[in-house]
């Protein structure tokens, strides 16, 4: 079954992009310069990840949870 789908594997593509994508902006910054365009949209994630980042830890930390539990 695709991600698109079902919800579960959605918001965990989502969280994982957000997660990836800030990650990448910390180690490399010069590659998510671009804010518009197709890799405008892996900026804004990067951006989520930077400014959200208690909420994005905690719904990293129920996802696993659930992952493992459920």
Same mark, same amino acid.
Not at 15 to 32: D, N, S
Not at 49 to 66: D, H, K, N
């Given at each position: #079954?695709? +991600? =698109? %789908?079902?919800?579960? @594997? %959605?918001?965990?593509?989502? =969280? *994982?992009?957000?997660?990836? &994508?800030?990650? =990448?902006? #910390?180690?490399? !910054?010069?590659? =998510?310069?671009?804010?518009?365009?197709?890799?405008?949209?892996?900026?804004? +994630? +990067?951006?989520?990840?930077?400014? *959200? @980042? !208690?909420?994005? +830890?905690?719904? &990293? %930390?129920? #996802?696993?949870?659930?992952?493992?539990?459920?």
């Amino acid at each position: #079954m695709s +991600a =698109l %789908f079902n919800f579960h @594997s %959605f918001l965990t593509v989502v =969280l *994982l992009v957000i997660c990836t &994508c800030t990650f =990448l902006k #910390m180690q490399f !910054p010069t590659i =998510l310069e671009q804010k518009t365009g197709f890799r405008g949209f892996f900026w804004k +994630a +990067a951006r989520i990840g930077e400014r *959200l @980042s !208690p909420w994005v +830890a905690v719904g &990293c %930390f129920t #996802m696993g949870v659930s992952i493992i539990f459920f």
